[in-house]
């Protein structure tokens, strides 16, 4: 594996997993079912993701990192729960683009980019879908 795409595809990783853990303290501390069960989903795409990224990295020559990024404790670090499913948002944002990034240093086919493919659209849907379902959801609690 090249050594700019593991680095990148490990970026990643680390960053999955810290959405994870994002995702897990913002679950414990939302009261509103629904909001619970979307933020769930959201974060067993996460864990997913990280899965799927280690296999890949593995399975294709490089070795996984076993770190977390830091977005986690940026996350919790927040008041409110509006701001902290705001700074989620962007985190997703910052996760379809570092995943195009990657995109670019894979070979124009095989596993990697297809993963890669997949893993962005889903960033990106799940940017425009959760924006939505953010403010719908935070309307209802206010």
Not at 30 to 39: G, R, S, T, W
Not at 55 to 69: A, F, M, T, Y
Request: proline content about 2%.
């Amino acid at each position: 594996m090249d050594a700019a795409l593991e680095k990148a595809l490990n970026l990643l990783l680390e960053s999955e997993r810290a959405g994870v853990l994002a995702l897990d303290k913002l679950i414990a501390d939302v009261k509103q079912d629904e909001l619970k069960k979307f933020l769930a989903g959201s974060r067993a795409m996460e864990q997913r993701n990280a899965e799927e990224l280690e296999s890949l990295i593995r399975d294709n020559g490089g070795k996984p990192s076993s770190g977390v990024g830091p977005f986690a404790r940026k996350v919790a670090a927040l008041g409110s729960i509006r701001d902290r499913l705001n700074l989620m948002s962007r985190g997703q944002e910052w996760a379809a683009r570092k995943t195009e990034v990657a995109l670019a240093l894979a070979a124009a086919d095989g596993p990697i980019h297809d993963y890669l493919t997949a893993m962005a659209n889903r960033h990106r849907a799940e940017v425009e879908w959760g924006r939505a379902e953010v403010i719908r959801l935070t309307s209802l609690s206010s």
